[in-house]
């Protein structure tokens, strides 16, 4: 008779027999038997908590106390011979907690603030991205339902549900972590699992100057056109930084103005007071009740916006955003997958034929050049860093064509061992819309955009409002005149000169 079945074997109110607490006593942690115990303590307190009617009505770090209780219970009373140090008894029951309470194996992922990405393919593949490479991890799953429960207990949260009928889902976690999910007959290997996290800090423009993604000189530019309501376009790759520089520019909206966001999964994290936060709702298990991002950027016509913050332009309402822009809505943000700037013009003009609404090509080409003033191209390098490769102003159409003109570029000088070297630059272009900001009256030095203007940034240290000081290449010091040895002819010369 094997120790799981010993173990399933024993009665719920009655202590193990001596040979199978003998038995379990030579369990090593994590060993399986060892994932034997914890299941069989787990299954004793799910048994627990369906017993007990007054569960809902305490909070979680009430539940957590009390499950801890439990399993110490447990152990002193019918797996008191069990050989656990404290650390060894911490553990077990931490697990069992976020078996209960939290997302299971995700939890200590989920609190490693250096991690990224988490990328679950079945449940004994887990990987994850710190610094931008991908690294496995030791850790799984039981096995594909355990992975799949995880996932209900995931997008149950936010009201959605994920089964055969809805094999996929897009959800949220309480920080503001997109996640993913898709589960069989989609997914042919399991139920798999993407989360995408952001950084507790990745929300300021000081991380961004400190991590080197923009410079000092790019930022104080952007920051004035946010405040004097140009409309911006973000454009990027999947993982290029596109929300998190979003949500660094959100914050020079002044604090006087009505936000509205609209998203498909609310990720923003705007630190403004008077926001309203809208998310779109999928159909309901008939296939009905389904609310687009084109039906909340309608409605939001009606609630008096100052600006409409849309998460992300996906489809058809990309054409109701520039009409927002082109009447009266200035200062509007969103973002939008593109390898370029000019990419990101073709998306526009694709995503506005979404509508349905049969317009000519030079009209819907008229309506982005009237509605959109600066788009900024993010990317991820192959080193994983994320850099602001462009700015770039669109100055308006010259024979059918959308005329734009880069303010600031990325210039890549080498490939070091790890890292991407390279700078931010000025083409030299003045922009236009500096005189916008004028009439703001929020000043700009004109030398930003001197071509020989050399960018600087923050230093990668506690002193976040540290300018990085500009070292001269060693290459160009002058050598130092060498030291003349004084002579008593001198001395004598000194003394008459005194005389």
Same mark, same amino acid.
Not at 105 to 123: F, H, K, Q, Y
Not at 171 to 195: K, M
Not at 282 to 301: F, K, W, Y
Not at 435 to 462: A, C, M, P, S, W
């Given at each position: 008779?094997?120790?799981?079945?010993?173990?399933?074997?024993?009665?719920?109110?009655?202590?193990?027999?001596?040979?199978?607490?003998d038995a379990i006593a030579n369990i090593a942690p994590l060993s399986e038997e060892?994932?034997?115990?914890?299941?069989?303590?787990?299954?004793?307190?799910?048994?627990?908590?369906?017993?007990?009617?007054?569960?809902?009505?305490?909070?979680?770090?009430?539940?957590?106390?009390?499950?801890?209780?439990?399993?110490?219970?447990?152990?002193?009373?019918?797996?008191?011979?069990?050989?656990?140090?404290?650390?060894?008894?911490?553990?077990?029951?931490?697990?069992?907690?976020?078996?209960?309470?939290?997302?299971?194996?995700?939890?200590?992922?989920?609190?490693?603030?250096?991690?990224?990405?988490?990328?679950?393919?079945?449940?004994?593949?887990?990987?994850?991205?710190?610094?931008?490479?991908?690294?496995?991890?030791? =850790?799984?799953?039981? +096995?594909?339902?355990? $992975?799949?429960?995880?996932? &209900?207990? %995931? #997008?149950?949260?936010?009201? *959605?549900?994920?089964?055969?009928?809805?094999?996929?889902?897009?959800?949220?976690?309480?920080?503001?972590?997109?996640?993913?999910?898709?589960?069989?007959?989609?997914?042919?290997?399991?139920?798999?699992?993407?989360?995408?996290?952001?950084?507790?800090?990745?929300?300021?423009?000081?991380?961004?100057?400190?991590?080197?993604?923009?410079?000092?000189?790019?930022?104080?530019?952007?920051?004035?056109?946010?405040?004097?309501?140009?409309?911006?376009?973000?454009?990027?790759?999947?993982?290029?930084?596109?929300?998190?520089?979003?949500?660094?520019?959100?914050?020079?909206?002044?604090?006087?103005?009505?936000? =509205?966001?609209?998203? +498909?999964?609310?990720? $923003?994290?705007?630190?403004? &007071?008077? %926001? #309203?936060?809208?998310?779109? *709702?999928?159909?309901?298990?008939?296939?009905?009740?389904?609310?687009?991002?084109?039906?909340?950027?309608?409605?939001?016509?009606?609630?008096?916006?100052?600006?409409?913050?849309?998460?992300?332009?996906?489809?058809?309402?990309?054409?109701?955003?520039?009409?927002?822009?082109?009447?009266?809505?200035?200062?509007?943000?969103?973002?939008?997958?593109?390898?370029?700037?000019?990419?990101?013009?073709?998306?526009?003009?694709?995503?506005?034929?979404?509508?349905?609404?049969?317009?000519?090509?030079?009209?819907?080409?008229?309506?982005?050049?009237?509605?959109?003033?600066?788009?900024?191209?993010?990317?991820?390098?192959?080193?994983?860093?994320?850099?602001?490769?462009?700015?770039?102003?669109?100055?308006?159409?010259?024979?059918?064509?959308?005329?734009?003109?880069?303010?600031?570029?990325?210039?890549?000088?080498?490939?070091?061992?790890?890292?991407?070297?390279?700078?931010?630059?000025?083409?030299?272009?003045?922009?236009?819309?500096?005189?916008?900001?004028?009439?703001?009256?929020?000043?700009?030095?004109?030398?930003?955009?001197?071509?020989?203007?050399?960018?600087?940034?923050?230093?990668?240290?506690?002193?976040?409002?540290?300018?990085?000081?500009?070292?001269?290449?060693?290459?160009?010091?002058?050598?130092?005149?060498?030291?003349?040895?004084?002579?008593?002819?001198?001395?004598?010369?000194?003394?008459?000169?005194?005389?």
């Amino acid at each position: 008779m094997s120790l799981k079945d010993r173990l399933n074997s024993t009665s719920n109110n009655q202590a193990p027999k001596k040979q199978e607490a003998d038995a379990i006593a030579n369990i090593a942690p994590l060993s399986e038997e060892f994932a034997f115990l914890k299941e069989k303590l787990h299954s004793l307190l799910i048994e627990k908590v369906n017993s007990t009617p007054s569960w809902s009505n305490y909070n979680d770090d009430e539940q957590k106390e009390l499950i801890r209780q439990f399993i110490e219970g447990q152990l002193n009373a019918n797996f008191r011979s069990v050989p656990l140090n404290k650390s060894e008894k911490d553990k077990l029951i931490k697990e069992i907690i976020q078996e209960a309470k939290g997302f299971g194996p995700l939890d200590p992922l989920l609190e490693d603030p250096t991690i990224s990405d988490i990328l679950v393919n079945g449940a004994k593949n887990i990987y994850v991205e710190k610094n931008g490479k991908l690294y496995k991890t030791s =850790i799984v799953f039981k +096995d594909n339902n355990h $992975l799949k429960n995880i996932i &209900e207990r %995931i #997008v149950s949260k936010i009201g *959605r549900r994920i089964d055969e009928k809805s094999p996929m889902v897009d959800a949220r976690l309480a920080d503001g972590s997109r996640v993913n999910a898709i589960i069989p007959p989609l997914a042919l290997d399991g139920p798999s699992l993407s989360i995408r996290r952001f950084k507790a800090d990745a929300g300021t423009m000081e991380s961004l100057l400190k991590w080197g993604s923009i410079s000092k000189e790019m930022a104080e530019v952007l920051e004035a056109a946010v405040a004097a309501r140009c409309n911006i376009v973000i454009s990027g790759g999947t993982g290029a930084g596109k929300t998190t520089l979003l949500n660094s520019l959100s914050a020079k909206i002044p604090p006087g103005e009505r936000i =509205i966001t609209i998203e +498909d999964s609310a990720e $923003l994290s705007l630190q403004q &007071e008077h %926001i #309203v936060r809208l998310e779109t *709702r999928p159909a309901n298990i008939e296939g009905e009740g389904a609310i687009t991002a084109r039906d909340l950027v309608i409605n939001s016509l009606r609630m008096r916006p100052d600006r409409i913050i849309i998460g992300e332009c996906r489809g058809a309402e990309t054409l109701d955003m520039l009409q927002a822009m082109n009447t009266g809505h200035d200062g509007s943000l969103t973002t939008l997958h593109a390898n370029s700037p000019r990419d990101a013009l073709s998306r526009l003009e694709t995503m506005v034929m979404y509508s349905g609404i049969d317009l000519p090509e030079r009209n819907i080409k008229n309506q982005i050049a009237s509605a959109i003033n600066i788009i900024i191209q993010v990317s991820r390098l192959q080193d994983g860093s994320r850099k602001v490769t462009k700015v770039s102003e669109i100055v308006g159409m010259e024979e059918g064509t959308i005329t734009m003109q880069d303010i600031f570029v990325w210039e890549q000088t080498g490939t070091g061992a790890k890292t991407v070297m390279g700078m931010h630059v000025s083409t030299g272009v003045r922009p236009k819309f500096i005189e916008r900001i004028k009439t703001r009256g929020i000043e700009v030095n004109n030398q930003y955009f001197d071509k020989n203007h050399r960018h600087t940034y923050l230093t990668r240290t506690t002193q976040v409002n540290t300018i990085q000081k500009e070292e001269p290449d060693p290459r160009l010091r002058m050598p130092s005149a060498p030291q003349k040895k004084i002579t008593h002819a001198d001395l004598d010369i000194l003394k008459r000169l005194k005389r």
